[in-house]
């Protein structure tokens, strides 16, 4: 997905009014720790350029990862946001990635601390899937340090605009089946979604009819059988095709902010939700998460009426934010094309409603069986 760190220091470039790159990023290291005994602003270090309010954000940002994991020494840049930075670096001989959230009780904090319980939970049994190894974090500073992986994902955008090939689908899929025919300790790993209270607060919302209320219900309850609690499934709940890297060793599961117990299926759900162009995948989805039988089929509707209203919901915000700016620039990482970023948007909205719709005949289909 991203150039190796080292090869990154060597091809990087002075910016005007600096000094050339440190070439490697252990000199990088040395020279930064020799040059913050003085007063002044922090040098560049590996080519990051410090200077500036951009520079300002990096140093807060560095500071705070160093006194998580001091042996850290920056390289580049991976991400520069307003609430977040991530810094690609060496710890030692270690290629690593530092997330660093710029407010800890801000926005997003909720969920860094949440990817960090994750992985100090794989610490403590052992996932059957590959994940970036910990290296260090502290939830009091919303601080975590991983394992760098080299390769690339296995589609660029949540929703893409043509499936990917089908080797990386396979990929995507036996990942996860590995994964969800986990069973980790219950305790070490949160309970991610109530889906009563998120049925009863979409109902609220108005995202939900009287009868579509009445039907989840239904399944759900016919889940649990007689008052017991419906099974639970380890899920990793975020992106499908976006938290996938494809290294050279094979798939790696990155991105575990939303990682829990959920009702069976909902992965696949959600690979299910951003593979609206590829039918023939989505059959197979379909048939898989039936595979177990009727509770198996009514856990999946659940799970797919949820995320494709949340999915509905932030394309809405998606498609006001372009409708305030006619001409919105094309976010980061997007392919540039014919349609503008709020038409892309708009196009996928009416998507995802034709998708609820079809969920919803399911959905009355399956209670009727009942």
């Known amino acids: 997905m991203y150039p190796a760190p080292s090869s990154v220091a060597s091809r990087a470039r002075p910016g005007p009014g600096l000094r050339p790159a440190v070439p490697g990023a252990r000199a990088a290291a040395e020279q930064l720790t020799r040059r913050q005994r003085r007063p002044g602003p922090l040098p560049p270090a590996g080519g990051l350029d410090f200077t500036g309010p951009r520079g300002a954000r990096l140093r807060t940002a560095l500071a705070a990862v160093q006194e998580v994991c001091p042996d850290f020494s920056p390289v580049r840049v991976l991400r520069d946001g307003t609430r977040s930075v991530a810094l690609i670096g060496m710890t030692g001989r270690r290629a690593a990635v530092a997330k660093c959230l710029l407010d800890p009780s801000g926005p997003g904090a909720e969920s860094l601390r949440q990817e960090i319980a994750a992985y100090r939970g794989f610490a403590r049994a052992r996932p059957p899937v590959r994940v970036p190894g910990l290296i260090a974090a502290d939830t009091r500073t919303c601080v975590l340090v991983t394992d760098f992986v080299p390769g690339r994902t296995a589609a660029p955008r949540r929703h893409p605009s043509a499936p990917p090939p089908a080797p990386d689908i396979r990929a995507v899929l036996n990942g996860l089946r590995r994964l969800n025919q986990w069973e980790p300790p219950a305790s070490a790993f949160p309970s991610a979604v109530s889906y009563s209270a998120q049925l009863a607060r979409y109902h609220t919302l108005g995202l939900l009819t009287d009868r579509d209320l009445t039907d989840l219900q239904t399944l759900l309850m016919g889940l649990g059988g007689r008052g017991r609690r419906p099974a639970r499934q380890f899920c990793h709940g975020g992106s499908p095709l976006t938290s996938v890297?494809?290294?050279?060793?094979?798939?790696?599961?990155?991105?575990?902010?939303?990682?829990?117990?959920?009702?069976?299926?909902?992965?696949?759900?959600?690979?299910?939700?951003?593979?609206?162009?590829?039918?023939?995948?989505?059959?197979?989805?379909?048939?898989?998460?039936?595979?177990?039988?009727?509770?198996?089929?009514?856990?999946?509707?659940?799970?797919?009426?949820?995320?494709?209203?949340?999915?509905?919901?932030?394309?809405?915000?998606?498609v006001q934010r372009a409708m305030r700016d006619p001409a919105p620039p094309a976010p980061a990482g997007r392919p540039g094309g014919a349609l503008a970023f709020g038409e892309q948007q708009r196009l996928l909205l009416r998507r995802l409603h034709d998708d609820c719709a079809l969920v919803r005949r399911a959905v009355r289909a399956a209670v009727s069986t009942r």
């Open 245 to 318: 890297v494809l290294s050279p060793a094979g798939p790696v599961l990155v991105g575990w902010e939303s990682a829990g117990w959920y009702l069976p299926g909902y992965d696949l759900a959600l690979l299910w939700t951003v593979l609206g162009n590829a039918p023939l995948t989505r059959r197979q989805i379909s048939q898989a998460a039936q595979a177990s039988g009727p509770r198996g089929r009514d856990a999946f509707l659940v799970n797919l009426m949820l995320v494709l209203i949340q999915e509905i919901r932030v394309c809405e915000a998606a």
